[in-house]
């Protein structure tokens, strides 16, 4: 399994970024995928889902303001980000799981990506 995070960037406070996350060694549709994030310091958390059902689910802290997708024909999970603020500085990663990937718990997912850095200022 292969997770590969790109799209990461340093931009001003307002600005908008789309992550991308791309999987591999694995049947991508039948995974729920998820958006995690850790900045210096803090632990990592969860901040978008889109589970196999095709329910998605943000933390309070981004909802509104971020997007979670996926495209099963490009095994590919996305992150629309706007309105960013300095708050949202952080190494974003993506998760996938089949069984236990439902919400936003670190626990609960299997692969991890390596991350791409978002930098908000």
């Known amino acids: 399994v292969q997770l590969v995070e790109s799209g990461g960037d340093s931009v001003q406070t307002g600005g908008s970024l789309r992550l991308s996350c791309v999987a591999s060694?694995?049947?991508?549709?039948?995974?729920?995928m998820a958006w995690f994030r850790q900045a210096p310091g803090k632990e990592r958390e969860g901040v978008a889902n889109f589970d196999r059902a095709g329910d998605t689910t943000y933390a309070d802290s981004v909802e509104g303001r971020f997007t979670v997708s996926r495209d099963n024909a490009k095994n590919t999970l996305y992150l629309e980000m706007s309105s960013l603020k300095p708050e949202d500085t952080a190494m974003y990663y993506c998760?996938?799981?089949?069984?236990?990937?439902?919400?936003?718990?670190?626990?609960?997912?299997?692969?991890w990506g390596q991350g791409t850095q978002v930098t908000v200022s």
């Open positions: 060694g694995y049947t991508f549709n039948e995974h729920c």
């Open positions: 998760a996938a799981d089949r069984v236990r990937g439902f919400g936003l718990e670190v626990g609960a997912f299997t692969h």
